[in-house]
């Protein structure tokens, strides 16, 4: 990513390399010490957020309920598609789940199982305690099964287990390389026709550095090309409508590890002979 970005603070850097250099020490010999500083600032941070949706929404909590129609508006556009119409046994992972807000709210109303990662643990408690009502003992009920007290950087999903991996505000917390390793090693977690759902802030441009909670604001044309050394296509993305005009614009990528067929090769085509406009 050859854009350059800023800090919380209003710095700028020439390039996400050099930001990275400094942050985590890519490419220096104490690199192993600054990324784990990196890391402990980050959970410190959550650590001290109260376990509540404004806790996890950063004040924000009166967005979750337009947040969670935009994400099923897009998710109603994914299952068809990719798991047919007839109900199937359908099991999804909430990544960075937080208190499972996500999960509780959308998930487990078309999941069967959902399994919940999350590496603070008090976040993961109150999920804990938030879903406990929610499961019920009939067969094929809706439950969260599984609770992973791990960051993503350290996880590695139980092959072949799932239909969606649900990303949601929680990859920026991630330095590109473990991005990169995060995703390559999720991949065999997918069933077949499988897919991730990335929901994040996008960056106008480049990258925006939090100095607060370590993490980092990817532009749109960052995560294309992380997504795309992952070896992930997207298959989809919608623009989340409805939320306040002060905060950043969130975007959902549908990922697939398979080149989708029909419908982007046609758009391939039709614009291979058109001017192309240049976005800064
Ligand atoms: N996805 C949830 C929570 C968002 S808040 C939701 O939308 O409601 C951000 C979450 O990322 C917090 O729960 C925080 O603890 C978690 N997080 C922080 N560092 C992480 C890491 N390295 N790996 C995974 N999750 C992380």
């Not at 980050?42 to 929404?57: F, K, M, N, P, R």
């Not at 998710?75 to 992972?93: D, K, M, Q, Y």
């Not at 419908?263 to 001017?275: C, F, I, M, V």
């Amino acid at each position: 990513m050859d854009a350059g970005g800023l800090d919380s603070d209003g710095r700028g850097f020439s390039s996400s390399r050099e930001m990275w250099r400094e942050e985590i020490g890519i490419g220096e010999a104490e690199g192993g010490s600054k990324r784990h500083e990196w890391y402990r600032k980050g959970i410190a941070y959550w650590q001290a957020v109260e376990a509540s949706v404004d806790g996890v929404l950063g004040g924000y909590g009166h967005v979750n309920e337009v947040d969670v129609k935009g994400s099923e508006a897009f998710l109603n556009t994914l299952l068809p598609n990719r798991f047919g119409t007839e109900r199937r046994h359908l099991v999804a992972l909430d990544c960075g789940s937080g208190i499972g807000r996500v999960t509780k709210n959308l998930l487990l109303r078309y999941f069967n199982e959902v399994d919940l990662v999350e590496p603070v643990s008090h976040f993961l408690e109150a999920a804990r305690e938030n879903l406990a009502l929610d499961g019920d003992s009939e067969k094929d009920a809706h439950k969260a099964v599984n609770f992973y007290c791990v960051p993503l950087q350290e996880f590695t999903p139980e092959a072949g287990r799932y239909d969606v991996i649900w990303i949601q505000w929680c990859v920026g917390q991630l330095p590109d390389d473990d991005f990169i390793s995060f995703f390559k090693r999720a991949k065999a977690g997918l069933k077949p026709n499988g897919l991730f759902v990335v929901k994040e802030n996008i960056a106008r441009k480049g990258f925006v550095l939090d100095k607060e909670d370590h993490s980092i604001t990817r532009s749109d044309l960052y995560f294309k090309e992380l997504f795309n050394q992952c070896g992930l296509y997207i298959y989809s993305t919608k623009d989340q409508k409805g939320f306040p005009e002060e905060i950043f614009p969130v975007k959902m990528y549908a990922l697939v590890t398979e080149k989708p067929k029909v419908a982007s090769n046609r758009r391939a085509k039709t614009q291979r002979h058109k001017p192309a406009v240049i976005k800064s």
